[in-house]
């Protein structure tokens, strides 16, 4: 079952993702975008990357770091299933990737994302959770 849902988007795709914590929805976000990618359940947990990024503020963290994983997919062809987030105020971020390198036996593009966008950009605490809305250009 999927973890987020489609945002309806003329020219490209949106999604809205969901989390008890402000780091649980920022990890939602990546597994979600990966998953438009290569479908999450043909790639396994093999390598461990980290990545470290540094924002203006919440949106632009996300931002950057969607972008990070993006680039470290095209530069080192690595996929990613699984996210540990931890956030340092709302500027910092620090995260361990889990994935495999790209093998085109195993794995299928189904939908090459080539950036992360600011428009309709939202991360908002709703009650007792937190939701993301992003647009990839595709």
């Not at 062809?77 to 390198?101: A, M, P, W």
């Not at 189904?110 to 937190?130: C, G, M, P």
């Amino acid at each position: 079952m999927k973890n987020y849902e489609l945002l309806d988007h003329t020219a490209d795709i949106g999604i809205i993702v969901y989390g008890e914590t402000k780091e649980k929805a920022f990890e939602s976000a990546a597994e979600a975008m990966f998953d438009l990618m290569c479908p999450l359940e043909k790639i396994q947990e093999k390598e461990c990357f980290d990545i470290e990024v540094d924002g203006e503020d919440l949106e632009s963290l996300l931002v950057t770091w969607l972008n990070e994983l993006l680039y470290v997919f095209e530069v080192q062809k690595l996929l990613f299933r699984r996210f540990d987030v931890t956030l340092i105020g709302h500027n910092q971020l620090i995260s361990h990737c889990y994935g495999e390198r790209f093998d085109p036996k195993k794995h299928e593009i189904t939908r090459e994302i080539k950036a992360v966008t600011y428009n309709l950009l939202k991360i908002e605490q709703r009650e007792d959770k937190w939701m993301i809305q992003v647009v990839f250009d595709i």
